[in-house]
T-cell receptor
Framework: DAGITQSPRHKVTETGTPVTLRCHQTENHRYMYWYRQDPGHGLRLIHYSYGVKDTDKGEVSDGYSVSRSKTEDFLLTLESATSSQTSVYFC??????????????FGPGTRLTVL | GNSVTQMEGPVTLSEEAFLTINCTYTATGYPSLFWYVQYPGEGLQLLLKATKADDKGSNKGFEATYRKETTSFHLEKGSVQVSDSAVYFCALGFTSGTYKYIFGTGTRLKVLA
Protein backbone atom coordinates (compact mmCIF):
# COMPACT_ATOMS: atom_id res chain seq x y z
CA ASP A 1 0.00 0.00 0.00
CA ALA A 2 1.61 3.25 -1.16
CA GLY A 3 -0.71 5.38 0.98
CA ILE A 4 -2.38 7.36 -1.80
CA THR A 5 -5.83 8.87 -1.37
CA GLN A 6 -7.85 11.01 -3.72
CA SER A 7 -10.70 13.38 -2.93
CA PRO A 8 -13.42 13.68 -3.81
CA ARG A 9 -14.06 10.21 -5.20
CA HIS A 10 -17.04 11.38 -7.22
CA LYS A 11 -18.06 14.84 -8.35
CA VAL A 12 -20.73 16.26 -10.61
CA THR A 13 -20.34 19.87 -11.64
CA GLU A 14 -21.57 22.29 -14.26
CA THR A 15 -19.78 23.71 -17.26
CA GLY A 16 -17.78 26.80 -16.43
CA THR A 17 -17.27 26.10 -12.73
CA PRO A 18 -13.83 25.64 -11.18
CA VAL A 19 -12.97 22.22 -9.79
CA THR A 20 -10.04 21.09 -7.68
CA LEU A 21 -9.08 17.47 -7.17
CA ARG A 22 -6.73 16.47 -4.39
CA CYS A 23 -4.15 13.72 -4.23
CA HIS A 24 -2.64 12.98 -0.84
CA GLN A 25 0.23 10.64 -0.08
CA THR A 26 1.63 9.70 3.28
CA GLU A 27 5.08 8.36 2.48
CA ASN A 28 7.09 11.37 1.30
CA HIS A 29 7.34 10.36 -2.36
CA ARG A 30 9.01 12.93 -4.55
CA TYR A 31 7.37 12.12 -7.91
CA MET A 32 3.63 12.49 -8.43
CA TYR A 33 1.50 12.31 -11.57
CA TRP A 34 -2.03 13.15 -12.68
CA TYR A 35 -3.67 11.08 -15.46
CA ARG A 36 -7.07 10.98 -17.04
CA GLN A 37 -8.65 7.74 -18.21
CA ASP A 38 -11.04 7.70 -21.13
CA PRO A 39 -12.44 4.82 -23.20
CA GLY A 40 -10.27 4.16 -26.22
CA HIS A 41 -7.42 6.28 -24.90
CA GLY A 42 -6.09 4.39 -21.92
CA LEU A 43 -4.35 6.69 -19.44
CA ARG A 44 -2.97 10.02 -20.57
CA LEU A 45 -0.62 12.19 -18.56
CA ILE A 46 -1.94 15.64 -17.61
CA HIS A 47 0.79 17.03 -15.34
CA TYR A 48 3.51 15.71 -13.11
CA SER A 49 5.61 16.92 -10.21
CA TYR A 50 9.19 16.16 -9.27
CA GLY A 51 9.22 18.04 -6.00
CA VAL A 52 7.60 20.83 -4.00
CA LYS A 53 6.73 23.65 -6.40
CA ASP A 54 8.33 21.71 -9.28
CA THR A 55 5.76 20.71 -11.88
CA ASP A 56 5.60 20.21 -15.62
CA LYS A 57 3.08 19.53 -18.35
CA GLY A 58 2.09 16.19 -19.80
CA GLU A 59 0.49 15.38 -23.14
CA VAL A 60 -3.03 16.66 -22.33
CA SER A 61 -2.42 19.65 -20.06
CA ASP A 62 -4.64 22.23 -21.78
CA GLY A 63 -7.38 23.41 -19.42
CA TYR A 64 -5.63 22.05 -16.33
CA SER A 65 -3.27 23.51 -13.76
CA VAL A 66 -1.53 21.92 -10.79
CA SER A 67 0.08 22.95 -7.56
CA ARG A 68 2.31 21.26 -5.05
CA SER A 69 2.98 23.42 -2.03
CA LYS A 70 3.95 20.48 0.19
CA THR A 71 5.29 17.03 -0.48
CA GLU A 72 2.16 15.13 0.46
CA ASP A 73 -0.42 17.02 -1.63
CA PHE A 74 -0.70 17.40 -5.40
CA LEU A 75 -3.72 19.40 -6.54
CA LEU A 76 -5.28 19.34 -10.00
CA THR A 77 -7.46 22.32 -10.93
CA LEU A 78 -9.86 22.74 -13.79
CA GLU A 79 -10.19 26.52 -13.95
CA SER A 80 -13.42 26.40 -15.96
CA ALA A 81 -14.72 22.88 -16.43
CA THR A 82 -15.95 21.71 -19.82
CA SER A 83 -17.88 18.60 -20.82
CA SER A 84 -14.76 17.25 -22.54
CA GLN A 85 -13.14 17.03 -19.10
CA THR A 86 -15.65 14.44 -17.95
CA SER A 87 -13.37 11.56 -17.11
CA VAL A 88 -11.85 9.42 -14.40
CA TYR A 89 -8.77 11.05 -12.90
CA PHE A 90 -5.97 9.07 -11.34
CA CYS A 91 -3.10 10.22 -9.23
CA UNK A 92 0.07 8.17 -9.08
CA UNK A 93 3.40 8.19 -7.30
CA UNK A 94 6.65 6.72 -8.44
CA UNK A 95 9.52 5.20 -6.54
CA UNK A 96 8.41 3.61 -3.33
CA UNK A 97 11.04 3.72 -0.59
CA UNK A 98 13.13 0.57 -0.77
CA UNK A 99 11.65 -0.40 -4.11
CA UNK A 100 12.58 0.07 -7.76
CA UNK A 101 12.65 3.67 -8.96
CA UNK A 102 10.44 2.98 -11.98
CA UNK A 103 7.43 1.35 -10.33
CA UNK A 104 4.32 3.49 -10.30
CA UNK A 105 1.45 3.18 -7.84
CA PHE A 106 -2.01 4.57 -8.34
CA GLY A 107 -4.70 6.10 -6.20
CA PRO A 108 -8.32 4.90 -6.36
CA GLY A 109 -9.43 7.57 -8.83
CA THR A 110 -11.94 10.43 -8.98
CA ARG A 111 -14.91 10.19 -11.31
CA LEU A 112 -15.74 13.70 -12.56
CA THR A 113 -18.85 14.51 -14.56
CA VAL A 114 -19.23 17.93 -16.13
CA LEU A 115 -22.81 18.71 -17.19
CA GLY B 1 8.35 8.93 -30.58
CA ASN B 2 7.32 6.35 -28.02
CA SER B 3 4.04 4.49 -28.29
CA VAL B 4 2.24 1.36 -27.14
CA THR B 5 -0.31 -0.66 -29.10
CA GLN B 6 -2.32 -3.43 -27.52
CA MET B 7 -5.03 -5.65 -28.86
CA GLU B 8 -8.57 -4.41 -28.63
CA GLY B 9 -11.03 -6.20 -26.46
CA PRO B 10 -13.12 -7.41 -25.08
CA VAL B 11 -11.59 -10.82 -24.77
CA THR B 12 -14.00 -13.47 -23.51
CA LEU B 13 -12.68 -16.82 -22.35
CA SER B 14 -13.92 -19.82 -20.45
CA GLU B 15 -12.34 -20.65 -17.11
CA GLU B 16 -9.06 -22.59 -17.47
CA ALA B 17 -8.48 -21.34 -21.03
CA PHE B 18 -5.12 -19.99 -22.19
CA LEU B 19 -4.80 -16.22 -22.34
CA THR B 20 -2.70 -14.06 -24.63
CA ILE B 21 -3.02 -10.27 -24.79
CA ASN B 22 -0.76 -8.76 -27.41
CA CYS B 23 1.29 -5.62 -26.80
CA THR B 24 3.80 -4.02 -29.15
CA TYR B 25 5.75 -0.84 -28.69
CA THR B 26 7.91 1.72 -30.44
CA ALA B 27 10.60 3.44 -28.45
CA THR B 28 13.93 5.15 -28.60
CA GLY B 29 16.53 4.12 -26.09
CA TYR B 30 15.96 1.35 -23.55
CA PRO B 31 12.53 1.53 -22.00
CA SER B 32 11.10 -0.64 -19.26
CA LEU B 33 7.84 -2.46 -19.95
CA PHE B 34 4.93 -3.03 -17.60
CA TRP B 35 1.57 -4.72 -17.36
CA TYR B 36 -1.03 -3.17 -15.07
CA VAL B 37 -4.41 -4.60 -14.10
CA GLN B 38 -7.52 -2.62 -13.19
CA TYR B 39 -10.42 -4.23 -11.37
CA PRO B 40 -13.84 -2.55 -11.51
CA GLY B 41 -13.97 0.69 -9.55
CA GLU B 42 -10.30 0.60 -8.63
CA GLY B 43 -7.02 2.17 -9.66
CA LEU B 44 -4.36 0.40 -11.66
CA GLN B 45 -2.15 -2.17 -9.95
CA LEU B 46 1.25 -3.22 -11.19
CA LEU B 47 1.04 -6.83 -12.37
CA LEU B 48 4.54 -7.44 -13.71
CA LYS B 49 7.44 -5.69 -15.37
CA ALA B 50 10.64 -6.21 -17.35
CA THR B 51 13.49 -3.75 -17.54
CA LYS B 52 15.67 -5.07 -20.38
CA ALA B 53 15.58 -7.27 -23.45
CA ASP B 54 14.87 -10.97 -22.81
CA ASP B 55 13.76 -10.33 -19.24
CA LYS B 56 10.65 -12.25 -18.24
CA GLY B 57 8.26 -10.70 -15.76
CA SER B 58 5.90 -12.97 -13.86
CA ASN B 59 3.29 -12.68 -11.13
CA LYS B 60 0.14 -14.57 -10.10
CA GLY B 61 0.54 -17.01 -13.01
CA PHE B 62 0.88 -14.24 -15.59
CA GLU B 63 4.04 -13.91 -17.67
CA ALA B 64 5.44 -11.56 -20.29
CA THR B 65 8.82 -11.51 -22.03
CA TYR B 66 10.53 -8.35 -23.26
CA ARG B 67 11.28 -9.09 -26.92
CA LYS B 68 13.40 -6.39 -28.47
CA GLU B 69 13.60 -8.09 -31.88
CA THR B 70 9.82 -8.03 -32.27
CA THR B 71 9.24 -4.98 -30.02
CA SER B 72 6.65 -6.94 -28.09
CA PHE B 73 5.64 -7.67 -24.50
CA HIS B 74 2.69 -10.06 -24.78
CA LEU B 75 0.85 -11.07 -21.60
CA GLU B 76 0.11 -14.78 -21.14
CA LYS B 77 -1.51 -17.00 -18.57
CA GLY B 78 -1.91 -20.72 -18.87
CA SER B 79 -5.25 -21.12 -17.10
CA VAL B 80 -7.46 -18.11 -16.39
CA GLN B 81 -9.93 -17.85 -13.55
CA VAL B 82 -13.13 -15.86 -13.18
CA SER B 83 -11.25 -13.62 -10.73
CA ASP B 84 -8.89 -12.57 -13.55
CA SER B 85 -11.71 -10.61 -15.18
CA ALA B 86 -10.40 -7.04 -15.38
CA VAL B 87 -8.89 -4.50 -17.75
CA TYR B 88 -5.21 -5.00 -18.57
CA PHE B 89 -2.91 -2.17 -19.61
CA CYS B 90 0.47 -2.46 -21.26
CA ALA B 91 2.80 0.44 -20.49
CA LEU B 92 6.23 1.70 -21.42
CA GLY B 93 8.46 3.62 -19.02
CA PHE B 94 11.24 5.89 -20.19
CA THR B 95 13.32 8.88 -19.16
CA SER B 96 12.59 12.22 -20.83
CA GLY B 97 13.54 14.93 -18.38
CA THR B 98 11.93 12.93 -15.63
CA TYR B 99 10.67 9.34 -15.76
CA LYS B 100 7.41 9.02 -17.71
CA TYR B 101 5.01 6.34 -18.87
CA ILE B 102 2.93 5.70 -21.96
CA PHE B 103 -0.06 3.42 -21.61
CA GLY B 104 -1.89 1.31 -24.14
CA THR B 105 -5.65 1.67 -24.49
CA GLY B 106 -6.39 -1.32 -22.29
CA THR B 107 -7.88 -4.75 -23.01
CA ARG B 108 -10.93 -5.91 -21.13
CA LEU B 109 -10.89 -9.60 -20.18
CA LYS B 110 -14.04 -11.44 -19.20
CA VAL B 111 -13.72 -14.99 -17.91
CA LEU B 112 -16.84 -17.13 -17.80
CA ALA B 113 -17.37 -19.94 -15.31
Amino acid sequence: DAGITQSPRHKVTETGTPVTLRCHQTENHRYMYWYRQDPGHGLRLIHYSYGVKDTDKGEVSDGYSVSRSKTEDFLLTLESATSSQTSVYFCAIRGVAGGPYNEQFFGPGTRLTVL
Amino acid sequence: GNSVTQMEGPVTLSEEAFLTINCTYTATGYPSLFWYVQYPGEGLQLLLKATKADDKGSNKGFEATYRKETTSFHLEKGSVQVSDSAVYFCALGFTSGTYKYIFGTGTRLKVLA
